[in-house]
C-alpha cells in the first residue's frame, strides 16, 4: 500500500543551517499492518510521517500510496489522495468553541457534505469511539483522552484507508493510553483501517503494533516483526528503548559479565532469578527487566550483571540452558 524508497528531507537545503531531517527511508507498509516508528526525540519520526502524505515534500526518493508516486501527481489529485490518510496528533487540535458534534461535522461541511448529512455521519463516529452521550459537550468539559476520541471520530470523517498517528498517546496517561490503543486496535480490525504510529515509547508499540521501524539520527537501523524486534533487538538504540536504564537499578560496582537474557514464552513463568542464585550459590544483579506473565508463560528481556569469576558464569549459563533460556553475553549493558 504505502512504499518509501530512498526517501530523505533535508531542512534549509544548501545553507549553511542546512538541517539532515530523514536519509535514504526506506520502507513498505501494507493493508491492514499497524505499523509502528519508534525513536528518540529529534530523530525524525514526525517529520516521515509528514512526509508520507507529503505535508513535508520529500527532498529525495519517492512516496508510493497505491501505485501512485506522490510526487507525479497534480495538487488537485494530492489533496483527494490526503482524503484516504487521515492525521491525529498528540495536541488533539479541536476548536475550542465548538461542541464535539461540531468538530467532527466541521471537515465534512468544508468538503461540502450536506449539514443534516454530517450532523447525522458525526453522531454515529462519536457513538463509534464511545462518545454517544458527550455530542454537546466543548473540549474543555472533555478529560483528554475524551477529546483524543473526538480527534479520532473526526480523522474517519473521510473514510479514510490511513491512519497517520503522531505521538497520540504522549499526553496520556497509562489507562487512558491503553483504552485509545484498544480503540484504535478495534477500529483496524473491525474497519480494515491502517495505522502508523509514531512513538517515542515501545510499550505503545508492544500493544498494538504487528510491525515495527526504529529511526535513529534519521536513519532507519532496524526493521521487523515487533516480537522480533523485542525478543532480539540488533541495534544499541532498539536495546535501549526497550530496556531503558531509568528502568532499571545502577551497576553494582564496575566490571563483571553481562547477560542479557530472553524469554519467548517458551519457558514457564517463576522465580529464575532467585532460583538461579540459590542453585548457583552466586549474587546476581539485574540492570534492567521488562518481562510479561502470559498465561503462564515468561515473555520480554533482562539484563544481569554477573561476578567476573568464569566459573560462576560457566554454573549460571548452565543453569540457564537447563532451563532453555536464551541469553547472550555483552560487553557491557547499553541500555
Same mark, same amino acid.
Given at each position: 500500500m504505502i512504499?518509501l524508497?530512498?526517501?530523505?528531507k #533535508? ?6 543551517n542546512?538541517?539532515r531531517?530523514?536519509?535514504d527511508i526506506?520502507?513498505?507498509i501494507?493493508?491492514?499492518d499497524i505499523f ?8 525524525g519520526k514526525s ?7 507529503f505535508?513535508? #515534500?520529500?527532498?529525495?526518493?519517492t ?5 501512485v ?7 488537485k489529485?494530492?489533496r ?16 475550542s ?6 468538530? #467532527? ?12 448529512e454530517a450532523k ?8 463509534l469511539?464511545?462518545?454517544g452521550d458527550?455530542l454537546?459537550?466543548y ?9 483524543q476520541?473526538?480527534a479520532?471520530?473526526?480523522a474517519l470523517?473521510?473514510n ?8 497520540v ?8 493510553t ?12 473491525s474497519?480494515?483501517?491502517t495505522?502508523i ?6 510499550k505503545v508499540?508492544?500493544q498494538i ?5 526504529v529511526l535513529?539520527h ?9 516480537k522480533d ?5 540488533k541495534?544499541?538504540?532498539?536495546r535501549?528503548?526497550?530496556l531503558?536504564?531509568?528502568?532499571g537499578v545502577?551497576?553494582?560496582?564496575e ?5 542479557r537474557?530472553?524469554f519467548d ?9 532467585s532460583?538461579l542464585a540459590?542453585e548457583?550459590?552466586?549474587a ?5 527487566a521488562?518481562?510479561?506473565n502470559i ?10 550483571q554477573l ?5 560462576? #558464569?560457566?554454573?549460571?549459563e ?15 549493558y547499553v541500555?
Amino acid at each position: 500500500m504505502i512504499e518509501l524508497k530512498n526517501m530523505s528531507k #533535508v531542512f534549509n537545503q544548501g545553507t549553511e543551517n542546512e538541517v539532515r531531517a530523514l536519509s535514504d527511508i526506506n520502507l513498505t507498509i501494507n493493508d491492514g499492518d499497524i505499523f509502528g516508528i519508534i525513536g528518540l526525540s529529534g530523530a525524525g519520526k514526525s517529520t516521515l510521517i509528514r512526509c508520507v502524505n507529503f505535508l513535508e #515534500v520529500p527532498t529525495g526518493g519517492t512516496v508510493i500510496f497505491d501505485g501512485v508516486d506522490l510526487s507525479k501527481i497534480s495538487e488537485k489529485e494530492l489533496r483527494e489522495t490526503r482524503r484516504h490518510m487521515s492525521m491525529i496528533f498528540q495536541n488533539f487540535n479541536l476548536l475550542s468553541q465548538q461542541t464535539a458534534l461540531k468538530n #467532527v461535522c466541521f471537515p465534512m461541511e468544508i468538503s461540502g457534505v450536506p449539514k443534516a448529512e454530517a450532523k447525522k455521519r458525526a453522531a454515529e463516529l462519536l457513538e463509534l469511539v464511545g462518545l454517544g452521550d458527550k455530542l454537546d459537550f466543548y473540549p474543555a468539559q472533555l478529560s483528554g483522552g475524551q477529546k483524543q476520541r473526538v480527534a479520532i471520530a473526526r480523522a474517519l470523517t473521510t473514510n479514510p484507508r490511513v491512519l497517520l498517528c503522531d505521538e497520540v498517546t504522549s499526553a496520556l496517561d497509562p489507562n487512558t493510553t491503553r483504552s485509545i490503543l484498544e480503540l484504535l486496535q478495534n477500529i483496524n480490525r473491525s474497519m480494515g483501517v491502517t495505522i502508523i504510529m509514531i512513538t517515542h515509547e515501545m510499550k505503545v508499540i508492544e500493544q498494538i503494533c504487528n510491525k515495527v521501524a526504529v529511526l535513529d539520527h534519521s536513519q532507519i537501523v532496524e526493521t521487523g516483526n515487533v516480537k522480533d524486534i523485542f525478543l532480539a533487538p540488533k541495534s544499541r538504540i532498539a536495546r535501549e528503548l526497550i530496556l531503558p536504564k531509568s528502568e532499571g537499578v545502577d551497576s553494582i560496582g564496575e566490571g563483571g559479565i553481562y547477560l542479557r537474557l530472553v524469554f519467548d514464552g517458551t519457558t514457564a513463568f517463576e522465580p529464575v532469578i532467585s532460583n538461579l542464585a540459590l542453585e548457583c550459590r552466586a549474587a546476581v544483579n539485574i540492570l534492567a527487566a521488562n518481562t510479561k506473565n502470559i498465561e503462564g508463560k515468561a515473555y520480554g528481556q533482562m539484563v544481569l550483571q554477573l561476578p567476573e569469576d568464569r566459573s560462576v #558464569v560457566e554454573r549460571i549459563e548452565n543453569y540457564l540452558d537447563k532451563k532453555g533460556i536464551v541469553y547472550k553475553e555483552e560487553e557491557s549493558y547499553v541500555g
